[in-house]
């Protein structure tokens, strides 16, 4: 396998590909978010993704597959026990869990709840299993009233802490998940405390762009970790940083959604400064997957299709493009939450002249193998490098 100067990898948070072979033991049987999405739009128009050979990995409508593919393609099965995004980054760059982080679908223990009021110091409202936008609607004037900032949990591994700009800084609430991130040790080890501040007024409540997530630090050592210590530069754009709770990381960039992060790609591209650039675009995930809106997804998806256009024209030949996924989230069925499914896989480079088809990855750590082989000439510690490029 050849060396490049570059890797940039973009994660399409929540596309999936496919139910996972073990998709019966997370509830999600029949979950494929790009087939099922297209269909319900009546075909996605991604001509860019096409020709890079996203048909050729499976049956999409309106994404035909192409009979000489601009990109090696293939799917990867998770390996790690759990569905959520914590879980799916840390197994992409070689950390593979075995067990999955806990969930709350009945809230959290008393205990618990009590030791978050005393570290804050205030006392919390909701605490159940909810939609972030509609518990804005059903508390947020109470939390206005009172101050008690809301607290609720999803079918992930999150304790999310919701308060109003007007009410609660940002610094204060961060400050906040940091204690709370400090007291959220195993057994309650939750992957993400995830600061969430909204405005406006009852009837009228939004969340904001001062999202942030507070991780467990990996338990193992990263490619991240690794390219640090061989000297290489790692600027990551979007919520990864939070992900690997700053491990592994030279510089990072929070952005407010997918356009913002597209733009900063392009700019860090072009700009050339950094050997690996990691993306994590959210918006699939947190705006239309979870909000079961299967239209503004396959719109979504279809912008990013643009956003390739001057993306390609940037990379150089010693430039090395990964796109892939780190779980599901079907936007068409009736859950909300996350689904266990396979992630595509698109490797691309100038010059390549006939993409080869990769199969079915063991593991999504065979991204952090590839970047690690393709960046230092040494494979990560899990994972299989993909050698034909």
Not at 309 to 323: F, G
Not at 362 to 372: I, K, M
Request: hydrophobic letters at 45%; one cysteine or more; proline letters at 6%.
């Amino acid at each position: 396998m050849r060396t490049f100067q570059r890797v940039v990898v973009i994660v399409l948070d929540g596309v999936g590909a496919g139910e996972a072979p073990d998709a019966a033991a997370y509830g999600d049987t029949g979950s494929h978010t790009l087939a099922n999405t297209a269909r319900l739009v009546g075909g996605l128009r991604v001509p860019q993704l096409a020709r890079l050979g996203l048909g050729n990995i499976v049956a999409i409508e309106g994404v035909a597959p192409v009979d000489a593919p601009a990109a090696h393609f293939g799917r990867m099965r998770p390996a790690a026990a759990g569905k959520d995004s914590t879980t799916g980054h840390w197994e992409m760059m070689g950390c593979i869990l075995d067990h999955p982080f806990p969930t709350y679908p009945h809230g959290f223990p008393d205990d618990v709840i009590g030791a978050v009021e005393r570290v804050i110091g205030r006392a919390v409202i909701g605490n159940r299993v909810a939609s972030g936008t509609e518990i804005l609607v059903e508390l947020g004037e109470h939390h206005l009233a009172t101050g008690c900032p809301i607290v609720y949990t999803s079918a992930d591994s999150v304790f999310q802490i919701a308060a109003h700009e007007s009410i609660v800084t940002r610094a204060e609430l961060y400050a906040w998940c940091e204690r709370v991130r400090t007291l959220l040790a195993p057994p309650h080890g939750v992957g993400r405390v995830i600061a969430r501040p909204f405005a406006g007024n009852p009837g009228g409540f939004y969340r904001t762009g001062g999202r942030r997530d507070f991780s467990l630090p990996p338990p193992a050592p990263t490619v991240l970790d690794a390219l640090l210590a061989a000297g290489r530069r790692v600027f990551t754009i979007g919520k990864i940083d939070d992900l690997f709770a700053g491990r592994g990381v030279t510089r990072s960039m929070h952005t407010r959604d997918n356009r913002e992060g597209m733009a900063a790609t392009l700019a860090a591209v072009r700009a050339r400064d950094e050997d690996l650039v990691f993306v994590n675009l959210v918006d699939f995930d947190s705006m239309w997957g979870h909000r079961n809106d299967a239209r503004a997804f396959a719109l979504g998806l279809e912008e990013f299709d643009g956003f390739l256009v001057p993306l390609l024209a940037a990379l150089r030949p010693d430039d090395l493009l990964i796109l892939t996924a780190d779980h599901g989230n079907d936007p068409t069925t009736p859950s909300t939450d996350h689904s266990r499914e396979y992630v595509p896989l698109l490797v691309y480079h100038a010059g390549l002249v006939l993409g080869r088809d990769l199969g079915i990855r063991a593991s999504l750590a065979d991204v952090g193998a590839t970047v690690a082989r393709a960046l230092t000439g040494v494979a990560g510690a899990c994972g299989t490098p993909i050698e034909t490029l």
